[in-house]
């Protein structure tokens, strides 16, 4: 809740230093430090993963924010919509992108 007052403040001023006052604090919000970002809190845990056929967008999966390469590769060759784009074809190549991106050239 502190947080969130000391954000409001510079667009409410006159409301923020009343709650600020009422949260407990004798000193003015005004001389209080700007909370610290934490990066941790702003990761994604989740990513959607695009899968590309020659290029074209075909299909797309979620996956955790750290998934291994091999396992996007295994999950977009698995996916049935992609199947029908490459049943009978051989896959020439497989260009993976780091939790965005897997693009099959047939």
């Given at each position: 809740?502190?947080?969130?007052?000391?954000?409001?403040?510079?667009?409410?001023?006159?409301?923020?230093?009343?709650?600020?006052?009422?949260?407990?604090?004798?000193?003015?919000?005004?001389?209080?430090?700007?909370?610290?970002?934490?990066?941790?809190?702003?990761?994604?845990?989740?990513?959607?993963?695009?899968?590309?056929v020659?290029?074209?967008?075909?299909?797309?999966?979620?996956?955790?924010?750290?998934?291994?390469?091999?396992?996007?590769?295994?999950?977009?060759?698995?996916?049935e919509?992609?199947?029908?784009f490459?049943?009978?074809?051989?896959?020439?190549?497989?260009?993976?992108?780091?939790?965005?991106?897997?693009?099959?050239?047939?």
């Amino acid at each position: 809740m502190e947080n969130l007052i000391i954000l409001l403040s510079p667009f409410t001023p006159h409301m923020c230093e009343e709650l600020w006052q009422r949260t407990g604090h004798r000193s003015l919000l005004a001389r209080s430090p700007w909370p610290a970002f934490d990066p941790g809190l702003a990761k994604e845990e989740t990513v959607t993963v695009v899968v590309q056929v020659n290029g074209r967008l075909r299909d797309k999966f979620e996956a955790d924010a750290d998934v291994a390469e091999q396992e996007m590769r295994e999950r977009a060759l698995g996916l049935e919509r992609i199947q029908e784009f490459i049943a009978g074809k051989q896959v020439r190549k497989v260009i993976c992108i780091e939790n965005k991106l897997v693009n099959i050239v047939v």
